[in-house]
């Protein structure tokens, strides 16, 4: 999807994902295709191991094109952090969020890049990585929730020494089992 700044009409600034039209089915089509291509494989002492990794694969693209999922994660990720964290999660907006639109609070922000080449101090940057890790701790261990998709774009750096996480896409819940 593509993300967009916009203001409510209660002038809050929001960031508001927008689903490319036929992404949904494009992928379905596009795993479809794949899965008829690899049916030699079933010919194979591994293709029980393989369909079952291919179907995990297929599970998790479409749930990246699930936007009232994606909202479902990020709600329950914002509640794992306090204020005091400096950790930043972007409150959705359910009212203007649907399955293929995800409205949130608009977080100014640096990417990485951007970040490091301000010259951070060394205090500085070790005191974000220390918010990175504890983060994804946090959501692995106290949210039994595993942040797939981590990678320099789904971090904000803010001036106010915050850190803001985005994009919670691909996220997989850890039952028991796992």
């Known amino acids: 999807g593509q993300v967009h700044r916009a203001r409510l009409n209660t002038g809050e600034e929001v960031a508001v994902k927008i689903q ?67 950790i930043v999660v972007p409150r959705v907006f359910p009212e203007h969020s649907t399955a293929r639109v995800l409205t949130m609070d608009y977080l100014e922000g640096n990417t990485l890049d951007e970040f490091v080449a301000t010259n951070p101090s060394q205090a500085l940057r070790n005191e974000f990585t220390r918010k990175i890790l504890r983060a994804w701790y946090r959501m692995l261990y106290a949210g039994r929730l595993f942040y797939a998709d981590i990678h320099p774009g789904n971090f904000l750096f803010l001036d106010d020494g915050r850190l803001g996480l985005i994009d919670f896409g691909f996220m997989l819940e850890l039952d028991e089992e796992m």
């Open 20 to 86: 490319y039209p036929g992404i949904a089915r494009t992928i379905r089509q596009d795993i479809r295709n794949l899965f008829f291509f690899m049916l030699p494989a079933r010919l194979s002492r591994h293709w029980e191991n393989i369909k079952e990794q291919f179907e995990d694969l297929r599970i998790r693209l479409e749930r990246e094109t699930d936007y009232e999922q994606e909202a479902a994660m990020q709600a329950k990720v914002r509640a794992l952090f306090r204020e005091d964290d400096d």
